[in-house]
Nanobody
Framework: QVQLVESGGGLVQAGGSLRLSCEASLPDFSDYGMAWFRQAPGKKREFVAGVTWSGGSTYYADSVKGRFTISRDNGKNTAHLQMHSLKPEDTDIYYC????????????????WGQGTQVTVSS
């Protein structure tokens, strides 16, 4: 059974850093593009960052560019999101998602996702 499990969320002050991790039980993990999305209650899930199957290309939402870095380790079936200079508006539930072969910016294009991890940034 495919599972994506996020960890690393928590409460941090504005300007602080967090590193999110995603462990994926995907047998062909390296065939999948990986991405992080975030969602607040009652709002649409939005794309944060994505990385291609090889790790060779990365993509970011304008709101996080220069502050967040996505990476992956195909040998360990993991993906990470390093977040610096966090702002209160980054407060959301963050989801790790997997899409076969591609990295799109729409949640509806993804094949698997986890339960999410809460990130709260205090001012």
């Amino acid at each position: 059974q495919v599972q994506l499990v996020e960890s690393g969320g928590g409460l941090v002050q504005a300007g602080g850093s967090l590193r999110l991790s995603c462990e994926a039980s995907l047998p062909d993990f390296s065939d999948y593009g990986m991405a992080w999305f975030r969602q607040a209650p009652g709002k649409k899930r939005e794309f944060v960052a994505g990385v291609t199957w090889s790790g060779g290309s990365t993509y970011y939402a304008d709101s996080v560019k220069g502050r967040f870095t996505i990476s992956r380790d195909n040998g360990k079936n993991t993906a990470h999101l390093q977040m610096h200079s966090l702002k209160p508006e980054d407060t959301d539930i963050y989801y790790c998602e997997a899409q076969k072969s591609m990295v799109n910016r729409g949640h509806e294009d993804y094949d698997y996702w986890g339960q999410g991890t809460q990130v709260t940034v205090s001012s």
